[in-house]
């Protein structure tokens, strides 16, 4: 159970008024609100004991070190990773598909295949595309129905003995479909490729297994985990690991170094060159902490709560069309009413304090398969309300009435 008002308490962002009301943030997809505890480790950090890691002997490097590497622990356990030294602590997901996407180039020629989803977001295809573009390979987009639901029998049709690596995200930004990872894994391997998903998405709603899923790669972000920004993580099996090449060259990254030779560090830090966000890094486990007090499963049940709530309610608006209807997905709601301008809706609910997404969410070719120019989407975390969902359905009320 969701105790909401103690939940609520824990955010001080919550409290604030925005154009004269209270503030209703419903754009958790971009990025999740953070609770006091965070707040405070950053605070602690800065006030207490700031000093680079893995470097000095003297006292505050040293508890710097401790906390840092304790907060890989808390992502591997988190995760479920087999070992620490598994968890790359990167600047976010972007960083870590580069980090697998550049590391790549060695591993392909020129007949080989990638394989990625329709539904991804502009950071899973970019990477994909540029790799492909310095080894000749080829790129497969697995296509998807007007539900938003990836066609998989399409997927295995398009896996064989040339197809090096599969691409595809946990959760869809833009229409919060949750993908048959499982499924994708399990037949990427039985033709040899690797798999790379994509959690940025999924992690605030659902807790990954990686051993269990028997993933390659699985990368996350913080800052949709009630995290800081510019913090995340790549988890990579042990093996695959140490057959990449280093991305970034760099002090922290090297065992050796002389003119003529460097060699590099063990994992992970051999992809951890300079001085990483060590804050954000501390601040990362200790949100992981708080989601974990309060519990995914408690969590998932109250978002779903809220999500057929707000679906029901906005269906009430005439006109209003929901893309993304898959019958697994998470608290998100992408929808346009009859022709009117998602940013113009945007606009008028904002001036009613409710914060929503609007545009192509960095997903343009989903756009594309629909012929729109963008949505409005509503994102909804554990923090928010029935009763903020009510004011936002007579907020999208009120702009349908003064645009049409
Ligand atoms: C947010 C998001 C990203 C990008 O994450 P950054 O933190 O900006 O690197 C990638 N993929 C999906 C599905 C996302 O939701």
């Known amino acids: 159970m969701i ?42 950090y800065y006030s207490r004991y700031n000093a680079n890691i893995h470097r000095g002997v003297h006292t505050l490097s040293q508890e710097a070190t401790d906390a840092y590497e304790v907060a890989r622990k808390k992502v591997q356990q988190h995760f479920s990773a087999k070992n620490d030294y598994e968890i790359i602590l990167t600047a976010g997901t972007t960083h870590a598909i580069n980090i697998v996407a550049t590391g790549f180039t060695s591993f392909l020629a020129k007949d080989d295949e990638i ?22 390979a080829t790129l497969k987009v697995i296509p998807m129905t ?18 090096k690596l599969v691409f595809v995200n946990h959760v869809s930004n833009a229409l919060g479909t949750v993908n048959p990872i499982e499924f994708i894994i399990e037949k990427a391997h039985a033709v040899g490729a690797a798999v790379l998903i994509d959690g940025a998405q999924a992690t605030p709603h659902i807790k990954p297994d990686v051993q269990a899923l028997d993933v390659d790669f699985y990368v996350a972000s913080a800052h949709k985990l009630c995290g ?21 060259g760099g002090g922290d990254m090297i065992d050796q170094v002389s003119f003529e030779k460097t060699t590099y560090a063990g994992l992970p830090f051999k992809f951890e060159a300079g001085t990483p966000n060590i804050c954000g890094g ?56 009859g022709n009117i301008h998602p940013y113009d809706i945007g606009t008028i609910v904002d001036k009613l304090g409710v914060a929503v997404r609007t545009g192509h969410h960095c ?39 003064m645009l049409s």
């Open 282 to 337: 501390i601040a990362f486990g200790v949100a992981l902490d708080y989601l974990n007090e309060i519990g995914y499963e408690n969590i998932g049940a109250y978002e779903n709560e809220l999500l057929i709530y707000a679906t029901e309610r906005l269906k009430e608006i005439d006109g209003l069309r929901i893309y993304g209807e898959a019958d697994e997905k998470t608290a998100v709601i992408s929808f346009n009413v």
């Open 228 to 248: 800081p920004t510019g913090v995340g993580l790549l988890y990579g099996k042990e093996d695959w690991l140490n057959k990449l090449p280093p991305y970034q």
């Open 146 to 163: 007007e539900q938003g639901v990836l066609k998989t029998d399409v997927y295995e049709n398009l896996l064989s003995s040339k197809t």
């Open 363 to 401: 997903a343009q070719p989903i756009m594309d398969f629909y012929k729109i120019p963008g949505t409005v989407r509503a994102s909804f975390a554990f923090y928010n309300t029935k009763e903020e969902i009510d004011v936002f359905v007579d907020a999208v009320k009120r702009a349908v009435m």
């Open 115 to 136: 394989i990625v989803s329709a539904m991804e977001h502009h950071s899973n295809i970019v990477p994909w595309q540029m790799l492909c573009e310095r080894t000749g």
């Open 3 to 44: 105790d909401i008002e103690k939940i609520r308490a824990d955010f001080p962002i919550l409290k604030r008024e925005v154009n004269g009301k209270p503030l209703i943030y419903f754009d958790n997809a971009a990025t999740s609100q953070t609770p006091q505890v965070v707040i405070n480790a950053i605070v602690d």
